[in-house]
């Protein structure tokens, strides 16, 4: 069975950081480009990064450019986001996805983990 | 960046009703279009890729369609568990964006 386990969310005051995780399971982790997608309380969903299978290729939202960074493991099959200079618009859940099909963004994504809880707050 | 624009924002309807959702890009996207379905406290899972195929596992009374910037999402015939949030998304060109979802309760 496919599956994406994430963690390493906080309750964190503005300014901080945190390392986020997600270790998958069931796929060949390296021949698939993963995302990060976030959802503030109450609110939709918002893409937030991406990273090719190789961890060659990455990509940002520019809410979030130069304050977060993706990388992958795949000889842990896991994937981070290190998430800095916090803001209480970051609180959110935050979900790593994986790309349907290995190699193209052609056909979405379709395996998303449980979430894990991000709370900027004084 | 490619914007995404959902209509309606929410919608009311029966068990047994065809509903319609409509996703307008900001500029041609081809087919790089899909759709996902949230409920309540649970992550969001993918029902039609590449505009109109259906996802594995996802009941025949969705159905999506269209090309370039309009496209739709179809239910035929609703039932209960039908009732939830659905989002658009292109993976056209990064920034991958949503739209802003539409919220189907019950009537």
């Known amino acids: 069975e496919v599956q994406l386990l994430e963690s390493g969310g906080d309750l964190i005051q503005p300014g901080g950081s945190l390392r986020l995780s997600c270790v998958a399971s069931g796929f060949i982790f390296s021949s698939y480009d993963m995302n990060w997608v976030r959802q503030a309380p109450g609110k939709g969903l918002e893409w937030v990064s991406r990273?090719?299978?190789?961890?060659?290729?990455?990509y940002y939202a520019d809410s979030v450019k130069g304050r977060f960074t993706i990388s992958r493991d795949n000889s842990k099959n896991t994937l981070y986001l290190q998430v800095n200079s916090l803001t209480v618009e970051d609180t959110a859940v935050y979900y790593c996805a994986k790309d349907h099909v290995g190699g193209t963004s052609y056909y979405g994504v379709d395996v998303w983990g449980q979430g894990t809880t991000v709370t900027v707050s004084s | 960046d490619i914007q995404m624009t959902q209509s309606p924002s929410s919608l009311s309807a029966s068990v047994g009703d065809r509903v319609t959702f409509t996703c307008r890009a900001s500029q041609p996207i081809t087919t790089y279009l899909h759709w996902y379905q949230q409920q309540p406290g649970k992550a969001p899972k993918l029902l039609i890729y590449?505009?109109?195929i259906l996802q594995s596992g996802v009941p025949s009374r969705f159905s999506g369609s269209g090309s370039g910037s309009d496209f739709t999402l179809t239910i035929s015939s609703l039932q209960p568990e039908d009732f939830a949030t659905y989002y658009c998304q292109q993976t056209y060109s990064t920034p991958y964006s949503f739209g802003q979802g539409t919220k189907l309760e019950i009537k």
């Open positions: 590449a505009a109109s």
């Open positions: 990273i090719s299978g190789s961890g060659d290729n990455t």
